[in-house]
Structure formats: C-alpha cells, structure tokens
C-alpha cells in the first residue's frame, strides 16, 4: 500500500494489543474518525468505553482522504428534497454543518494545530449541457437556507461553465487533528484503547449484553457495541451489506504547481477531479471504480498526472495513495441501532465519500443514542430505513452489479501455462479452483486462494497498489494473503514459493 501524505506528516500514538479478556460499557470497533471522536464525546459520560482497531490506530480509510469538511457534496440536494421531502433535506445540511462547526469548535478548545482552514467548497462543470441542472441545485440550496452562490468563474487554470460556491466549509489535516482529540482521551482512566485487535465474531449474552470475539482469541463483552469500522464485520439481519457499495477512488499530492487555488473544487461531471491545497502541496483526486474491476489501477494514477501536467504544469509528485469509501444506495450515511429490534448494536457506515463531516455527524448522532438523548437525525439516517424510490431502484441496481461480480468470478478459467515477469500477477486454474499468482522484484513468488472469506466472491489483481480486491463488498488482501481492509477478516490461504511446475513456466 502506498503511505498518504497524511501519515507521512503525522507522528500517530501507538497502543497495545488486547492481551485478555475485558469488561466495558462501550466498545467501539473502529478507531478512525467516528470510533475517536465517539470516545471524546463520552469521555465524561462515566461509562467504561473500549476503543479497538484491526490495524494501528487511524491507519485505515481516515488516513487515506482528501480531507474535505463540507455540505457542498455535489449536486444532491435536489434529489434529497425529491426523496425525503424538504424537512429531510434540510436537515441533512444541518447535520454537515454542525458537524463542521463541531470540529472548529474542539480545535479551538484544544488547541490543536491542524491545518484548519475556513474555505469555499465548489462544485463546477465544464459542460454547457449541465447548466440547467446547476441552476435548479442552485436553488434547492437557496430554498433550504444554504450559504451558496452561482458564480461562472473560478481561481482554477482552466475555464468553467458555471459553479456553485458553498460558503463556510472547511479543509485540514485530519491525522493531526485525531491525534489532539486522542491526547485528550490520554487523561481519562475510562477509556482504553487498543489496536491490532481484530473484530472477527459477536456473541449475544443472556443479560444483553454482547461478547466480541477477537482474533487472537480475547473477549471484549460489552454491554452495548458500535461498529464504525468501515464496512460493518456483524450484521444481525440488517442485511446492510446488500445495501451500500464499495467505490475506489486516488489521490496525488504534488509540488511546484503554476498555481495554488484558493479554495476546495470538484466537478460534477465524469472522471471526476477534487482539487484542495495543503501547505505547498496541490492534492488532485478521482478515477472512481468499483474495486477488482479496473484491470491496471496504475492507468489511473497516470490519469491524475496527466491532469496535473496540463493544467497545472507540474510532474513533481510526492505521494500516490488510493482509498476505497462506502457508497450507501440513497446517498445518505447509515448511523444508528443496526436494526429497529437491536437496542445495544449500533452501526454507522455508507459516507458516500464525505467522510470527514459524515464520520463526524455519526459520532455526534451515536453519542446521543448512547446517552439515552433524542436526535432529530435518528430517522433520517436510520440504518433500517428503506424510505424512497431512489433506494428501492439503486438497491435493485447494486445487487445486480453484486451478482453479475460473483458469477464472472466463478467463470474465470485462468492460465494453464503462465509466464510470469517480476512484480506482475495472473490467475491460474488448478484442480481446487482458482488461484492468485503474485512475482515479486526479488523473483520469489506468491500463491494465494483468491475467493473472498466474506461472501465468496472472485478477488483481482490490483497493479498500482499490488493488492487482491474483492469487487462485490471490497475486502482488500496483501499479495501474502493478509487482510488489509474488511468486511473479510480471515486471511487468504497462502502457498509460497509452492508452486506446481507444470502449471507455472518463469521467464528467467
């Protein structure tokens, strides 16, 4: 995996691995920004709260974002007026911004030095044919008492045909800024945290409470659990795995840009391109895809250069990284009770690629449930809803990408004979099935069973970032079998350097 600006600026607190079985109130599976800004806002609570996470603490999709704070998220509040109602709408940019305010707010109060910037978000189309739909978004936000205005130029090296300008947003470094809130939590007795601590089963107790069984092999029982790890690792009949999609998107940083916006932009049409500064750096992200469906991710990095060399007249890339983010199927996050019958599981996921005001609005909405509190969110982003004509036709749609995915992958004949070069990968069939082949630059080579352990889909080779994709739920795994990012939490079935001779011919 390719390490993001983000991490390779920030010095990130480490934390020991669950080494027995433990007791708390709350636990917290997932310590990105909703599980940490979750535990600050309950720090006081006098509850017992356990914050684990698979990996280190944020090195997961938080790490890997542009980093954007805003309600200007494309052309949507249209549609959202249109599928749940105007009070819906409306309350679905109050909860970005307070969000936004919320994170200014604890920056201030703790003093944390993390970029943070008050800027313009934009959206903008190149397309005269996009002016009509820009006009009446333009005034779906007026009507919901949206800080925005139409403006037909922006600070950009290239022309636009018109814009929509959300006043008061926000940008930052999320990593330091996490990394104040977890220096905070560093004088509370009642929070612990703990990393390298995978989530991998739940288990109901008679008193209601539940016991999460970790991979190496402790409990943490807990009287109620929050999944904010991503992609949800339990569902209960929630059945939300059939309802939010997997979208991977990349990101350079570059230097020496002709010009340094001032401002935040995407565009509204496709390939679609984020542009936001940080420092001295010009981050420029797009290229969405399912995952396991491009078949050279690389393709999509030189895409993104390109764009940099032509309209910013730079090649001095920094960093590469990509990210993958949930896709929920009516475009609004899923955080609350993982169903109406659940009273102690909570679930927040589905950002829709807005994660840093999203992640944020579902810690503030969770800490209320927790606390017992009424939200005037909690239907709104109820993951038991199913509320309009848009999800019911976009839940068809998706599980119908799902399906097609997984019966591909079972058709797949692979190679009989391969011939490998170094750091390339191929698929092989075998008389078990179907098997990943991976060269690495030393030449020692790397075989792993390429069916998901989530749900049994066909993995591909991604070239750029040398990883196994899943493109059903998007589970990731290194070339060595390791999962890298779930829903899947059991590693691939790994052979090295065992390979049959008559099925594999090197090219030395």
């Not at 475009?331 to 679930?347: A, S």
């Amino acid at each position: 995996m390719k390490v993001p600006l983000w991490l390779d600026t920030t010095v990130v607190p480490s934390y020991h691995s669950l080494c027995e079985d433990l007791s708390v109130d709350v636990c917290i599976v997932g310590a990105g920004i909703t599980g940490i800004t979750l535990a600050y806002l309950l720090r006081d609570s006098g509850l017992k709260i356990a914050l684990i996470d698979s990996d280190q603490v944020i090195h997961g999709t938080t790490a890997y974002t542009t980093a954007k704070l805003t309600a200007g998220q494309g052309l949507i509040y249209q549609d959202l007026i249109q599928n749940v109602g105007y009070d819906g709408a409306k309350l679905y940019y109050e909860s970005q911004q307070e969000a936004i305010d919320f994170v200014a707010k604890t920056i201030h109060d703790l003093k944390i030095d993390c970029d943070f910037v008050r800027l313009p978000h934009y959206v903008f189309t190149q397309e005269a044919s996009n002016l009509s739909k820009f006009e009446a978004e333009y005034e779906a936000c007026r009507s919901l008492n949206m800080d925005c205005e139409l403006v037909e130029s922006l600070d950009l090296p290239f022309p636009i045909e018109k814009a929509i300008a959300f006043k008061n947003q926000a940008q930052f470094h999320p990593l330091k800024y996490l990394v104040g809130l977890l220096k905070a939590l560093a004088e509370y007795s009642n929070i612990l945290i703990y990393e390298h601590t995978t989530a991998c089963e739940m288990v109901f107790n008679e008193d209601q409470s539940s016991s999460i069984i970790t991979s190496n092999g402790y409990k943490v029982n807990a009287k109620r659990v929050v999944q904010a790890c991503h992609f949800p690792f339990y569902d209960d009949g929630s059945l939300l795995f059939s309802k939010i999609e997997m979208s991977h998107s990349y990101l350079i940083a570059v230097e020496n840009a002709s010009s340094l916006p001032h401002g935040m932009y995407i565009s509204y049409e496709s390939p679609t391109r984020s542009i936001r500064t940080y420092q001295n750096f010009l981050l420029i992200g797009g290229e969405n895809h399912r995952p396991g469906t491009v078949k050279d991710t690389n393709e999509n990095y030189e895409a993104l250069i390109n764009f940099a060399k032509e309209k910013f007249q730079t090649d001095a890339i920094s960093y590469e990284w990509s990210t993958q983010d949930v896709v929920s199927i009516d475009h609004m996050p899923y955080i609350g009770r993982l169903h109406k019958d659940c009273l102690n599981q909570f679930v927040a996921t589905g950002y829709c690629k807005w994660g840093m005001s999203n992640g944020t609005a579902a810690a503030l909405l969770l800490n209320q449930l927790i606390r017992g509190m009424d939200s005037p969110y909690t239907a709104l982003f109820s993951p038991s809803r199913l509320n309009s004509k848009m999800a019911i036709k976009n839940l068809i749609a998706y599980n119908s990408k799902i399906a097609f995915e997984y019966i591909k992958g079972k058709l797949k004949l692979g190679e009989k004979n391969v011939e490998l070069g170094v750091d390339e990968a191929t698929i092989i069939a075998t008389n078990e099935g179907n098997y990943g082949l991976y060269k690495d630059k030393e030449g020692l080579l790397y075989l792993v069973d390429i069916t998901c352990p989530h749900l049994g889909c066909e993995l591909a080779f991604n070239t750029a970032e040398r990883t196994w994709d899943c493109p059903c739920h998007g589970s990731r795994f290194s070339y060595t079998g390791e999962v890298i990012e779930g829903p899947a939490h059991q590693a691939l079935s790994c052979h090295h350097n065992k390979m049959n001779p008559n099925i594999f011919r090197s090219d030395d």
